[in-house]
């Protein structure tokens, strides 16, 4: 079939981005498949694998679609299109906001909180990444993830590192931040290496003993999680979101209590790095997700709706941050 891919960023990512990858790895997945792919992106993006077509943000880009057997929404069209459609809702959406009945989520728990109950788990490609080295030393821990996003906990992260007497990398973030009002972090024992992709970026994960992930909202998904333990880390981190379905009992650890996590990371060596990485490739693969978007296309194909009703955020009672105590 021929299928377009309609992204709201350009592409390929430069630097890190999370939903920029997914998106490249899907369409390079199905055309893998025998599948036709096309971008519609914004204007400078570029792709040596698929056709693209910029489209000019001065009209709807609903109204620039080439002709497709279906659409591949990523938050980009805002109108009706006459192909069908799938979207998927990558972040969280606003309370109350109503989603069409063609959405996917991107894990079981970020469909129930928004109505829904059809997701597809977002999935890595390998060639990106390269094989683990399993002989280089471990000493730090790592942060991975916006560190001027207050919900991803970077400072949780900085005092988890320092009750466990470790040394703590973080990517994502510099050490003088405005984004946060003023933050400047004093502290010698992290490491800023900034918003990086890339080999260095996967250099820096295949030299940490384990990710800390401290979230303070309903993670969607996480990518980070993956990219971690597809390095043979494993995860420690709060039970929010879809953490509980990623982080089972064989790669990580979970608690809403930093003094847990920093109490269960002496254990660290205890966790199989190689079995980390292999469950990667066993769940949270790209052609994995690839596959399991195909047969839900299929169904759109025919005519189906996948969810009765369409989904709707309903009014949210959480905190701002949810709870982490000290």
């Not at 792919?37 to 400078?44: E, F, K, S």
């Not at 973030?173 to 260095?200: A, C, Q, Y």
Request: proline share 7%; hydrophobic share 40%.
């Amino acid at each position: 079939m021929r299928i377009a891919i309609a992204f709201d960023r350009q592409i390929p990512a430069v630097r890190y981005g999370g939903s920029d990858r997914i998106i490249w790895w899907l369409g390079k997945e199905l055309i893998r498949l025998g599948h036709q792919v096309v971008y519609v992106v914004p204007q400078g993006s570029v792709c040596d694998f698929a056709e693209v077509i910029p489209y000019d943000a001065n009209h709807r880009p609903e109204q620039q679609l080439p002709e497709v057997d279906l659409v591949h929404d990523f938050g980009v069209l805002t109108g009706r299109v006459d192909v069908p459609l799938l979207f998927t809702l990558q972040g969280n959406g606003a309370p109350g906001t109503r989603f069409p009945r063609n959405t996917v989520f991107i894990s079981r728990n970020h469909a129930e909180r928004h109505g829904g109950s059809v997701f597809v788990y977002n999935g890595i490609d390998p060639d990106d990444y390269g094989e683990p080295d399993w002989r280089v030393p471990r000493k730090h821990l790592l942060f991975l993830a916006l560190a001027s996003w207050k919900v991803k906990n970077v400072r949780g992260a900085i005092r988890i590192a320092r009750r466990a007497g470790r040394p703590l990398a973080v990517v994502g973030g510099h050490r003088l931040n405005f984004n946060m009002g003023f933050r400047l972090t004093l502290d010698s024992n992290v490491r800023f290496h900034g918003v990086i992709g890339g080999k260095r970026k996967n250099r820096i994960i295949n030299r940490s003993s384990a990710l800390l992930f401290p979230v303070r909202w309903h993670e969607p998904f996480g990518i980070a999680l993956i990219e971690a333990l597809y390095f043979g880390c494993p995860v420690f981190g709060t039970p929010y979101g879809s953490l509980p379905e990623i982080v089972i009992p064989e790669v990580g650890v979970l608690a809403d209590n930093e003094s847990e996590l920093a109490r269960r990371l002496a254990n660290v060596g205890q966790f199989d790095r190689r079995r980390c990485h292999q469950y990667v490739g066993d769940e949270f693969s790209a052609d994995l997700m690839t596959r399991r978007y195909l047969r839900l296309y299929e169904r759109v194909l025919n005519g189906e709706s996948l969810h009765d009703q369409a989904p709707v955020t309903p009014d949210n009672s959480d905190p701002k941050l949810l709870p982490l105590a000290k």
